[in-house]
């Protein structure tokens, strides 16, 4: 099992930056092998898909943060990041991190379902 756990959520400003982490313990040492995303979920509305980063690298990102948003990832330290600039208040949400064995097909990456490892997230909030 890979465990995952979210860190460096918080509050800011609307315009303001925000960095997520996520690390990964447990069966990491094919952490390269595995597909990571990050997925939010605001009071009453269903889960949805920020942005992933495939196990061959590419990455797939929501229309709604597309070009401010950034997801990255540093294999030597399994840990998984989301850089969030510009944020807005339709942004505030708790942030998940996920991870999914090997490859997801481009058409799928964005849904929660084919993610089986998931963190206990992390709040961010927005304020205008």
């Known amino acids: 099992q890979v465990q995952l756990l979210e860190s460096g959520g918080g509050s800011v400003q609307t315009g303001g930056s925000l960095r997520l982490s996520c690390a990964a313990s447990?069966?990491?040492?094919?952490?390269?092998?595995?597909?990571l995303g990050w997925f939010r979920q605001a009071p009453g509305k269903e889960r949805e898909g920020v942005a992933t980063?495939?196990?061959?690298?590419?990455?797939t990102y929501a229309g709604s943060v597309k070009g401010r948003f950034t997801i990255s990832k540093d294999n030597a330290k399994s840990t998984l990041y989301l850089q969030m600039n510009t944020l807005k208040p339709e942004d505030t949400a708790m942030y998940y991190c996920?991870?999914?064995?090997?490859?997801?097909?481009?058409?799928?990456?964005?849904?929660?379902?084919?993610?089986?490892?998931w963190g206990q997230g992390a709040q961010v909030t927005v304020s205008s």
């Open positions: 996920a991870a999914a064995w090997g490859s997801v097909d481009l058409g799928w990456r964005l849904s929660p379902s084919w993610y089986a490892y």
């Open positions: 447990g069966y990491t040492y094919n952490y390269n092998s595995y597909s």
């Open positions: 980063i495939n196990s061959d690298g590419d990455t």
